[in-house]
């Protein structure tokens, strides 16, 4: 079944991704990607767009995950998927402030938490990280204003293991 081949693949690319082995991750990512869009299997694309993204950040190409990302985005929404929209724009946060757009990139983050919110929902906190980032660019390009314009603690906004709010 190319479904579960192309969901086997995004995972054997995340692990790829994690011992640091970027042309296999990117490699599969792109079969998945190629056998997602195939079959017409929308969501499935969003995520290997998303993860390709990944791949971008981690290896520095700040453009390629910004272009991944949006592609990703836009297919998140067009799936009216909310909560892969708010995850989506979290990610795209890690290239906009590596980049210098750190203004953008603090909007995009108070507008995914505000979905998430919405949803009842807050991230993990081991996915702190992306929070952390963005604020402290924001600081460091002195828009210190800008830096936490939701005035609360940093949610955990990286990843996708997600938990209902209130609960640990």
């Not at 479904?3 to 990512?29: D, I, K, N, S, Y």
């Not at 924001?138 to 293991?161: C, E, K, Y």
Request: glycine share 8%.
């Amino acid at each position: 079944n190319p479904h579960w081949v192309a969901l086997c693949q995004g995972t054997l690319a995340r692990w790829a991704m994690e011992l640091g082995q970027f042309e296999r991750a990117t490699c599969l990512l792109q079969e998945a990607l190629a056998t997602c869009r195939r079959l017409g299997h929308d969501w499935g694309a969003t995520l290997a767009l998303n993860w390709l993204g990944h791949v971008d950040i981690a290896m520095g190409d700040n453009a390629n995950a910004l272009v991944r990302l949006r592609e990703s985005l836009k297919l998140s929404t067009e799936e009216q998927d909310p909560m892969q929209v708010a995850l989506t724009l979290i990610d795209i946060t890690v290239p906009l402030a590596r980049s210098g757009n750190t203004r953008q990139a603090v909007r995009l983050l108070a507008a995914a938490e505000s979905c998430l919110e919405e949803m009842a929902l807050t991230l993990a906190h081991s996915q702190q990280a992306i929070h952390q980032e963005v604020t402290t660019a924001a600081r460091g390009a002195g828009r210190a204003g800008d830096a936490d314009p939701l005035g609360r603690r940093p949610a955990a906004l990286a990843g996708r293991h997600y938990r209902r709010a209130g609960q640990r």
